[in-house]
């Protein structure tokens, strides 16, 4: 009744089913051949546990069952996409960086101070989301415990909003995570603050919003142009 439940209870639950085929076992064993392309492997796969087969670039991929034992099969894929597209619907996301009047900016000065502004639109509630956002070459996250230069302190009477709650946020050397859930329908804002310490012409990366355990919950956010640090 509760679906997939949380990854602690699908832990356990994985567990505990293997605990059970260990101590008790099975009188049938999988067994299979693979035809790859339109070639049969010689080899026949006979196995009680799970097991790899790597299948590199072969278009059509035959599985048969020789065996008196169901068996189960899933795929993994690893790659990168050519090309990137944005994507939107009942969530949207988009970014911007500011300088320290406020203005967007594009091309910045070596040591310049930058607030990265994430701004969020969804038309309901949605939970267990991800925010993935891969900073460019020329910019790293700044340590706001360093005092001995500038920095932009938080705004005064800035309050926790319960429409948008962070649960784990975390400053990596390459991206800033955010993890959370928004609870009702609105547009928010989230920001960090980042500083140029490398001079040259940057891509700027995809912004990603995403539900951790659906993927099909997703917005995507494109930059067009590259971010300039003289």
């Known amino acids: 009744s509760s679906g997939w439940g949380t990854t602690h209870n699908n832990a356990w639950i994985t567990y505990g089913l293997a605990a059970y085929l260990a101590k008790h076992g099975s009188a049938n064993i999988a067994a299979g051949q693979f035809q790859l392309n339109d070639e049969v492997m010689p080899k026949v796969f006979t196995v009680d546990k799970t097991s790899n087969f790597p299948i590199h670039n072969y278009e059509k991929i035959t599985l048969s069952n020789t065996g008196d034992a169901s068996y189960f099969v899933s795929l993994h894929l690893r790659g990168q996409p050519k090309n990137i597209e944005e994507k939107k619907g009942f969530l949207e996301i988009s970014r911007q960086y500011l300088n320290s009047?406020?203005?967007?900016?594009?091309?910045?000065?070596?040591?310049?101070?930058?607030?990265?502004?994430?701004?969020?639109?969804?038309?309901?509630?949605?939970?267990?989301?991800?925010?993935?956002?891969?900073?460019?070459?020329?910019?790293?996250?700044?340590?706001?415990?360093?005092?001995?230069?500038?920095?932009?302190?938080?705004?005064?009477?800035?309050?926790?909003?319960?429409?948008?709650?962070?649960?784990?946020?975390?400053?990596?050397?390459?991206?800033?995570?955010?993890?959370?859930?928004?609870?009702?329908?609105?547009?928010?804002?989230?920001?960090?603050?980042?500083?140029?310490?490398?001079?040259?012409?940057?891509?700027?990366?995809?912004?990603?919003?995403?539900?951790?355990?659906?993927?099909?919950?997703?917005?995507?956010?494109?930059?067009?142009?590259?971010?300039?640090?003289?």
């Not at 700044?142 to 705004?155: C, I, M, Q, V, Y």
């Open 101 to 230: 009047d406020g203005e967007k900016v594009e091309e910045l000065n070596h040591g310049d101070l930058l607030t990265v502004k994430i701004n969020i639109k969804t038309l309901k509630e949605v939970k267990d989301l991800v925010i993935i956002d891969l900073l460019p070459g020329g910019l790293e996250i700044e340590d706001e415990s360093l005092k001995t230069r500038a920095f932009a302190p938080a705004k005064a009477g800035a309050k926790t909003n319960w429409r948008i709650w962070p649960d784990f946020i975390e400053k990596r050397d390459d991206r800033y995570l955010w993890f959370g859930k928004i609870n009702t329908e609105g547009t928010y804002e989230i920001t960090y603050q980042v500083r140029a310490v490398t001079q040259g012409k940057f891509a700027q990366a995809p912004l990603l919003l995403e539900n951790m355990y659906d993927p099909t919950i997703q917005a995507v956010f494109v930059p067009e142009n590259k971010l300039i640090v003289k």
